[in-house]
């Protein structure tokens, strides 16, 4: 009886959480990004109240690119980094999600070839 009872809430735990579902963000970010330069994908002007990254990705053919945080302050923090061998293709994508506080932007900048970059967010 008893382990009926655990297989069957086991089952029950295990097929709500196979079938969860994970929002890709109202906002859409796709650019091709030219040789050593920076595309902004929301400035921190624009994030007043927080924002959700939900799912970013960066092609690129022989370049170093970066996703990354930009502060106030000028700073920059990479949240990610796809780095790649001249002539030689890499992809990378952002592991989960993650929160970004009011007044940080977001951006990708690469050092070399052009680069393509996908993101998808919520501005709060």
Request: proline letters at 0%; glycine letters at 12%; hydrophobic letters at 40%.
């Given at each position: 009886m008893n382990r009926t009872l655990v297989a069957g809430l086991a089952a029950l735990l295990f097929s709500s959480s196979v079938h969860a579902e994970e929002r890709i963000g109202a906002s859409y970010f796709a650019a091709t990004i030219p040789a050593n330069s920076t595309a902004t994908v929301f400035a921190a002007s624009a994030n007043v109240s927080g924002a959700s990254v939900r799912t970013a990705s960066i092609a690129t053919?022989?370049?170093?690119?970066?996703?990354?945080?930009?502060?106030p302050d000028g700073t920059h923090r990479v949240i990610y980094?796809?780095?790649a061998v001249a002539g030689q293709a890499s992809f990378g994508m952002m592991a989960y999600p993650i929160l970004l506080p009011p007044n940080v932007g977001l951006s990708?900048?690469?050092?070399?070839?052009?680069?393509?970059?996908?993101?998808?967010y919520d501005l709060h």
């Open positions: 053919s022989g370049s170093n690119s970066y996703l990354q945080a930009d502060f980094a796809v780095e990708i900048s690469n050092v070399g070839a052009a680069s393509q970059g996908f993101v998808t």
